[in-house]
Every structure is written in C-alpha cells, then in structure tokens.
C-alpha cells in the first residue's frame, strides 16, 4: 500500500478499513487480521496498527474480543452511517475542488450529468 | 512503558572533533527509534556508547538500568556497518559462533531467518554477494533475544527486493519488551516501520518527537522534515 506523506499513517489506514467494510469487502462480524500480521502486510509498524484498532474500537466500527481478536461490528446501522460520512466526505472533496475552479452549482450538476452520459455511450460501445 | 536507555547530557569527542553533544534522550521498551541524520552527525558513535564499545566523554548513561559495562553487553544486540563476520566461515558456521558467543541466542529462531532471507547454510560467509551478507548480519543479529536491538544502517546498499525483506523480517520479530533502535539516511524508506524519530545533525538533537503526529503538525512526510531540517548541513 501507498501512503499518502502529509497524514498520519495509522488514519489512512482507518480509513482504508472503513472503505472495505462499507463496500461490503470486508463483511460484518469479519474478525480481521492480528496487528503483527497486518502491519507485515502493509509493512508499518505494529504499534501503528495497535492504534488503528483502538481507534476503530472507539468508534463502535470494532470490536475487541479478548484473547479471540478484532471483530468488525455486527450493528448494521453503524457501518450505514459510516457510509454516510465516507460519502458525504467525498462529495464535500469533489465540490470544493469544483469550487476552486469557479464551478457553480448548475455547472457541477451539469459537469456531472455530462459525465454520466459520457459513461452509459461507452458502456453502449464496449457491448 | 519502562525506560530501557536513559542518556543525559552524553558527550563525546574524538581528540578536538565533536563527535556527541549533550544528548539527552530516553528510550522506551516497544518502540522501535529512527535515528536519522547526514553521515558524520553521529549515529554510529551514539550506538556504540549504548553498545559499551565507546566511552563518552562525559554525562550519564544507562542501559536496562545499569551503566553500559560486559553486563549490559548480554542485554544489547548491536549491529555495526562493518563485515564482522569472518569470510571463511560458512553460513552455518558463523550461525554456530554467535550460539557460542551469546546466551540469548535462538538457534530455532535464526534458522527460520535463513530460510526467510534465502541464505544457503553451506555456503562460505566471503562468497556471499552485498546483499546476502546484510542479510545473515542482520538475521545473526535479531536472532538474539535482546532487550536493546541497533542496527546500524540496515538498508544502506540494498537492492528493493533485499530492503523490503530486511523491513518484513524487522516489523515480524520486533519485540514489545525490547527497544529497537535504526540508523539511516534513507528516511523514505523506513518511515513508515519507526515509532519515534530522532533528527542527528553535528552530534545534537535537532529535532525529536513521535513520527506521526511529526507528520501530522507539519503535513509533511519525515522524509521531507528531513531535507528540510538538514537543507543546510
């Protein structure tokens, strides 16, 4: 995995998690890989990962089960409403980007909608 | 989390040079330490102080509690950049000797290290390539069940493949109990493996603190601290 330099790491990779569970990758009640092994994988240090299963236990996205491990949480409502933050993130991302580049409101819609367009005639090419 | 090397003040010189000054630090068991900082600003002659292999000048040190002396030897694993393995021994062979030399040695552990680092037992330590033979120190040196581990430059002279094994093998058999301590100029590379950072330049501390929240006070990759803060050196 790649990181981005200028955010903390142990945050990346929360968020990296966060986006597996959303998407349904990693599925609810899913006990996830011990610290060593996945901070091997990701080749960072285990104590950065320690912290990024405190953290996803302090948000209810995990949960610890002595000497069992990590278990993603079985609550449907709290990965929906991670969902929601993640989407409303990226949304928020993409409009200040557009917004820099002095896109109103019906410009962005449009842009989009243009895309969408764009999108479905090359699904009508590749067929 | 208790203190495994506690240095105060540390000096050293060599006749008039200035090799250390006023180092003051304390080393925590479970986290492994960057030392990070241009050649001649110290790494190695902090290491070796903490190792026993140097005296400082002046100022106070410990080491697990006790001032670095033939006890503190057993308890501290220290990895010089030099080729101390003598080249007509074989991979076995240098095996068998750091059995011999050190009592914390683990046979089971170092040959599983072998295997991992795809060093052949029968093959002489002096036809080794570069590569292989970091690879066999730092497998001998690691294979101590060591409170303190240094390992001087480990990645200096590495080819990708050979860099990523030697990070792969330090994030596996790091220890909670024990202090990990690396030297290096190639941030890049092993950032992301380090708890705490500590910037050398001339012998000083310049700067000093936990690698992430580093890069989160100033939005910027430890690497790029550090082109910044020796941009002069």
């Known amino acids: 995995m790649e990181f981005n330099n200028d955010l903390p790491i142990y ?25 060593r092994d996945l901070a091997i994988k990701l080749k960072v240090n285990p104590n950065t990962i320690q912290r990024v299963y405190k953290e996803l236990e302090t948000e209810a996205v995990c949960q610890s089960k002595r000497g069992l491990g990590t278990f993603v949480t079985e609550d449907d409502e709290v990965i929906l409403m991670m969902k929601e933050t993640l989407v409303d993130d990226m949304v928020k991302t993409f409009i200040e980007g557009m917004t820099k580049l002095n896109y109103s409101r019906e410009n962005i819609i449009d842009k989009i909608n243009c895309q969408f367009e764009k999108g479905d005639q090359q699904d009508v090419n590749i067929n | 989390m208790s203190i495994l090397i506690n240095c105060i003040n540390l000096n ?11 180092f003051t630090l304390k080393f925590e068991a479970g986290k492994i330490y960057g030392i990070l900082g241009p050649n001649g600003s110290g790494k190695t002659t902090l290491m070796k102080i903490i190792a026993d292999l140097h005296k400082q000048s002046s100022g106070e040190i410990t080491v697990c509690g006790n001032k670095p002396s033939h006890e503190t030897r057993s308890k501290v694993a220290y990895m010089p950049t030099e080729n101390f393995i003598y080249g007509w021994m074989k991979v076995k062979d240098s095996i068998a000797f750091y059995k011999d030399m050190y009592a914390d040695f683990d046979m089971e552990k170092a040959l599983d290290l072998m295997n991992f680092m795809e060093l052949d037992l029968n093959q002489k330590v002096s036809s080794l390539s570069t590569g292989q033979r970091a690879r066999l120190k730092i497998s001998l040196t690691i294979s101590r069940r060591a409170e303190v581990v240094m390992l001087d430059e480990p990645l200096n ?22 202090v990990m301590i690396l030297s290096t100029h190639l941030v890049t590379e092993i950032e992301q493996i380090l708890d705490e950072v500590v910037f050398l330049g001339k012998g000083r501390i310049v700067l000093q603190g936990r690698a992430e929240d580093l890069r989160f006070e100033r939005g910027k990759s430890v690497e790029d601290i550090y082109r910044e803060v020796f941009a002069h050196a």
Not at chain 2, 12 to 22: G, Q
């Open chain 1, 11 to 35: 945050q990346q990779i929360m968020n990296m998690i966060k986006y597996d569970i959303v998407s349904g990758k990693i599925p609810s009640g899913q006990k996830l890989l011990s610290t």
């Open chain 2, 12 to 22: 050293k010189k060599y006749m008039s040079k200035v090799a250390l000054e006023e």
């Open chain 2, 157 to 178: 002279g590495l080819d990708p493949i050979s860099r990523t094994k030697i990070k792969e093998c330090i994030i596996e058999q790091f220890d909670e109990n024990s």
